[in-house]
């Protein structure tokens, strides 16, 4: 299985700084049809999941610019420029290449 | 308005089995896969099991093939997990997700599934 691996898994921020979350992946991303299917999601206390990323740097419809994703083959990156306090949550990537899909560890994103 | 409504949690023994449902809205739900992932309480996201949107092709995390049977009924719009031989570490949220590659535009919000004795 493809293992995802984030860091930091605890990120204090300051209101208006920006953040940086990084994922790893064990293997290459990019999927045959030369895709590379790396997505993020934020978590916030007590709700479903919701996506903000998808094929690395494509944003889902209305998600605030501030949030950004990069990165290729096994190394990517979730930016947000000007973190806000509804930003507080976990926030996850995953990689939908590879059978089985799988999940980050996680990160968790705090006001300081 | 694209809307996943699960239903079937509960409270079942270990070694017991319960079936979850997802009843879908808003979309073509027979052109999309979809796919289930857990969150056991107070730890990360888990995928679980994935479905095609014609269902001939299926597939499972290793810790719940030959347990779970992931399912699909498209004249009711409808996903399904058949989950049989329940443990405790299968106490979790389970949500429904459209998609299998473009996995997650999507979420339900999640039936709560506890094995305990």
């Known amino acids: 299985d493809v293992v995802m691996t984030q860091s930091p898994l605890s990120l204090p921020v300051t209101l208006g700084q920006p953040a940086s979350i990084s994922c790893r992946s064990s293997?290459?991303?990019?999927?045959?049809?030369?895709?590379?299917?790396l997505s993020w999601f934020q978590q916030r206390p007590g709700q479903s999941p919701r996506r903000l990323i998808y094929?690395?740097?494509d944003r889902d419809s209305g998600v605030p610019d501030r949030f950004s994703g990069s990165g290729s083959g096994t190394d990517f990156t979730l930016k947000i420029s000007r973190v806000e306090a509804e930003d507080v949550g976990v926030y996850y990537c995953?990689?939908?290449?590879?059978?089985?899909?799988?999940f980050g560890q996680g990160t968790k994103v705090e006001i300081k | 308005e694209v809307q996943l409504l699960e239903s079937g949690g509960g409270l079942v023994q270990p070694g017991g089995s319960l079936r979850l449902s997802c009843a879908a809205s808003?979309?073509?739900?027979?052109?999309?896969?979809m796919s289930w992932v857990r969150q056991a309480p107070g730890k990360g996201l888990e995928w679980v099991s994935g479905?095609?949107?014609?269902?001939?092709?299926?597939y499972y995390a290793d810790s719940v093939k030959g347990r779970f049977t992931i399912s699909r009924d498209n004249s009711k719009n409808t996903l399904y997990l058949q989950m049989n031989s329940l443990s405790v570490e299968d106490t979790a949220i389970y949500y429904c997700?459209?998609?299998?590659?473009?996995?997650?535009?999507?979420w339900g919000q999640g039936t709560l599934v506890t094995v305990s004795s």
């Open positions: 997700a459209k998609g299998t590659v473009h996995l997650g535009d999507y």
């Open positions: 808003g979309f073509t739900f027979s052109s999309s896969g």
């Open positions: 479905i095609r949107g014609t269902a001939d092709s299926t």
């Open positions: 293997q290459s991303l990019v999927h045959s049809d030369g895709n590379t299917y």
């Open positions: 094929k690395v740097s």
């Open positions: 995953m990689q939908g290449t590879h059978w089985p899909r799988t």
